[in-house]
């Protein structure tokens, strides 16, 4: 169970500025947990957004983005564009969460 | 070569079923790319990407911190003059060299600002692919040690 | 005599140099340091407590099935808008002075069945404690832009601001600390984190109005409980026990020292 | 360098104005006991690992300095001056005759800021935390200000004999100068070890030390 993204989308001068924060954990695979055990990797690999069902971002991730990741992008659109964002993770899991440009 | 190319069917063997499973949307699926994420180095992500060795460009712009105050949180930007339709982050000390790479359709800008994990100094290096050419821009960010370390 | 004072200027001007050319140093990592907080600054990981923070609140749940709706944070039931901005204060249905946790404890308590001392010894960020967090985020986020007012009105309230400014100067543990070690004094630094100087009226905005927070650091959002509690870790004390008289007295000492500075909440730190 | 002997003249100085202004406007005892404030502080904390409760219990030296308006008058210099001879009296001088270790390792117990905590074992390696609050070598930009800067330390006041004891009682138990200094006793409660200090006066001292250069 994924928690949900706090995504933010403001038009200004025919561009829409989008913000996305997601819960994730982004565990890189070198951290170790208090008995001393290697943490797995386990981290967003993959994420769509796309603006009236058409493509407007595409982002790859390693393990080297931060917990709960941040993204901000613009893209030539307008005020009521419905923006939907998908990611997915190393392990299979994922979210989609949408919003509506203001 | 013969064993890159076993090595590409593999990857796609294991691609084409995650595809079809459902895990990935079809708009996903530009490959993750495997090779390069797991890079080790400049040189083997730059091979991975296929950028060969990218040069320095003033219309590349690699907005960060010079001093971050703590590295599990890293604020890396890209922007560019150029009509790029990818970019990517490199972080030359870390365990993986590449941090992430970006698709940029157009109608997007060709900027994205995100945040990065440093385990030490290091330089940063913003890639950009325009008309297919890479270009960079690449800067020194210090991460210090923060807190009472205890 | 003359030679002394000639001895005397040059190691003034000796002095004035090292001092200037060690703050022009000093001067540079800060604004450094300030233009990272800066790029940080946007998007506030809190947000993602936040929002689980309101499902929780509206949500019934606990073994009464109820939610948190009727919850009185000082301001009357279902008051949150600017609840968190007047805490702690006295409550007369516990006959006692709450901070925001011990409060939220009681209202889970007495409207949802959750027993407080389930809460109290959960570890930080699990399990309760956990949805404690994002409730608290939630809450202080409609504190944001309020102006802090605490009143010391009552005598409970007023016996516990001085108990927490005593509890504030209290040096013990190994290490000789007290809160005042640090936050005693202005222009102050550990390694290269500010330290707010508590006993100013601007120290105490700065850290009052600007937790809860979200720590990058740890990747995780602190209640001013988990704050504190980590100050008197580093402080060499025992563990002081989640919602505490003495936590409720030090967190009224800094917001009455806070009192018209603006809240911030939830903040974002290193 | 203002040779210690004046700086004891100069303190006395001090005091005997402080003395003349405080008999006349200055009339202050120390606070006192409230059995309010004992009881939320016995109620307020529990042990934790080696954390454990009877740490909220306060020597001499502590409970004096927890009372800053009785520390700042007339009756508080002169009860700071006998809580001084008390915590000079708890150091002993190197076992071993020597005072200067290995900076190197005295460097890294700069750095480490473990130990004593509840989150800490009886077995962690505790660091001196000296950059929480010093500058120390400037290499390390990341470094605290609540103590003054350490930087050429050696190289300002030489080694000499009174410099090494000074600076070894300092470590030790630097309530020996200062009664309310912000210092921790790292010989005085044994967060350092002889060893440690050691190393640590080799960092300051050492004319090898990045710190003397």
Redesign the interface.
Known sequence: MS????IRAAEKDG?VDV?I?M?H??E?G?RKDSSGKLIPAWFI????V?AQG????????????????????????AKGDKIVV?W?DTK?D?RTDETTAT | MNQQRRALLKYSAVFGLMASAGLISVAQAEEWNKAAFEGKSLDEVYKALGTGSPDKSSAVTLNAPDIAENGAVVPVGISTTLKADQMAILVEKNPSTLAAQFFIPAGTEPFVTTRIKMGQTSNVYALVKADGKWSMAVKEIKVTLGGCGG | MTLARGIFKNILFLLATLIGTHYAIAQSTADDIAKYREMIAEGNPSELYEMAGEELWKKPGGPKNASLEKCDLGMGPGVVDGAAAQLPRYFKDTNRVQDLESRLMTCMERLQGIASQSVIDAKFGVGPKKDMDAIVAYVVTHSKGKKIKVSLANPKEKAMYEMGKRAFYYEAGPFDFSCASCHGSSGKRIRLQDLPNLTTHEGAVAAWGSWPAYRVSSGQFWTMQQRLNDCFRQQRFPFPIYGSDVTIALSMYMAKNANGGIMQTPGLKR | MIPMKNLLKIQLLILFVLGVAGLCTNVMAQQKPSPQFNKMMAESFRSEGIASVDRITQDATQKFCSDPQFVSTVAGAIKAQELQRLNMATISPPSDGSYLGDWKSGEAIAQSGRGGTWTDTANTTNGGGCYNCHEIDKKEISHGNIGPSLWNYGKIRGNSQEILTYTWNRINNSKAYNACSNMPRFGHFKILNEKQIQDLMALLIDPQSPVNQ
């Open positions: 928690d949900p993204m706090r561009l913000k924060l819960k954990d982004m890189s070198q690999n993959s994420l769509n796309k058409k493509d407007v971002f595409n982002a790859h991730f390693g393990p080297a983005i931060s917990k709960d990741p941040f993204l901000n992008f613009k893209y030539k659109g998908n997915v299979g994922k």
